[in-house]
Nanobody
């Protein structure tokens, strides 16, 4: 059984930084690609970043490239998202997700098998 728990969200001023964490239970973490997604009120869930099971490759949405960094620690079953230069449009609930099936790192939410409950990030202007 896979259980994902996000933490680290909060309220921050524009230009500030936050680091999100995702703790994963279960034995699949080391062999699964992981991703971060976000959903703002009234909008669809969107891809933010993803990282391969080994951590060797990562993919970012254009809107966060250069500002956000995804990383993982397979010894601790942890996934991270370092967010810098935050903007009001980054305000959303952020979710971590696990993809146990795909060969490549994917952007489509439907390809992710397991999801956390989300953590709120609010960026004030």
């Amino acid at each position: 059984q896979v259980h994902l728990v996000e933490s680290g969200g909060g309220l921050v001023q524009a230009g500030g930084s936050l680091r999100l964490s995702c703790a994963a239970s279960g034995r699949t973490f080391k062999n699964a690609h992981m991703g971060w997604f976000r959903q703002a009120p009234g909008k669809e869930r969107e891809f933010v970043a993803a990282i391969s099971f080994s951590g060797d490759s990562a993919d970012y949405a254009d809107s966060v490239k250069g500002r956000f960094t995804i990383s993982r620690d397979n010894t601790k079953n942890m996934l991270y998202l370092q967010m810098k230069s935050l903007k009001p449009e980054d305000t959303a609930v952020y979710y971590c997700a696990q993809d146990t099936s795909s060969f490549y790192v994917e952007r489509k939410p439907d390809l992710y098998n397991y999801w956390g409950q989300g953590t709120q990030v609010t960026v004030s202007s």
